[in-house]
């Protein structure tokens, strides 16, 4: 079933694509903002790490082609930190685990009321770097994190008129992944090992302008 929902998301990125890139006007703009993730190991791995949720830096541009007066699409590209804080208390103070995506959003915008808009639509991370300053991560697992990760986003926005700008805006994004950050391969007798899968979800909140 999440396979199915996955291709379907990708096929209807595919062809949302040239209608965003072919002709019409545009506008665009830049935000950045905060990521507070959740990751989730499914397994009893993680027992033996209190994890707490981390704050990471949303960083993106965009781009924006209208349809009509109460619908256009956008498109994101930028830079997302996923991961957790490590409370282990073999550790001293907390320890934080950073994994660094470059980040495409395909992004249905829907106006709702005046100055109020929903966006809906697929994400691809790509994985530009990892940071483990907890080291309780072991390389097995370090070494074979997903280099792709497909996801969704659903979001909330409102726009403030600015007239030396354009427009100021505030978003709420909720991103969550489809396919996993990580999935082991290794049979499972290697389960106080290593995590059976580790998934990521996170509330961002961004300001940006736009013109």
């Known amino acids: 079933m999440r396979s199915h929902f996955i291709a379907a998301m990708v096929i209807l990125g595919l062809l949302m694509l040239p209608t965003l890139v072919y002709g019409g006007s545009f506008s665009y703009g830049l935000k950045g903002g905060i990521s507070i993730n959740d990751e989730d190991f499914g397994d009893i791995y993680m027992a033996r790490i209190d994890k707490a949720d981390a704050v990471g830096w949303a960083l993106s541009l965009q781009l924006e082609r209208p349809l009509s007066s109460r619908y256009s699409l956008r498109a994101d590209v930028g830079f997302l930190e996923k991961g957790f804080n490590s409370d282990s208390r073999s550790i001293q103070g907390s320890k934080p685990v950073r994994i660094d995506y470059l980040s495409f959003d395909l992004l249905s915008k829907a106006l709702v ?10 994400r691809l991370d790509l994985k530009i770097d990892m940071h483990d300053k907890s080291n309780l991560l072991v390389p097995a697992v370090k070494d074979n994190l997903k280099r792709s990760v497909i996801g969704a986003t659903l979001g909330l926005g409102t726009d ?3 007239t030396a700008v354009g427009f100021v805006f505030l978003e709420f994004h909720y991103n969550f992944d489809l396919t996993p950050v990580y999935k082991r ?11 059976r899968s580790i998934n990521n979800q996170a509330a961002a ?7």
């Open 113 to 122: 009321l005046p100055g109020v808009y929903l966006l809906a639509g697929p």
């Open 185 to 195: 391969t290794l049979t499972p007798e290697y389960s106080f090992r290593y995590p």
């Open 205 to 211: 909140f961004t300001i940006g302008i736009r013109r």
């Open 160 to 162: 403030i008129p600015w």
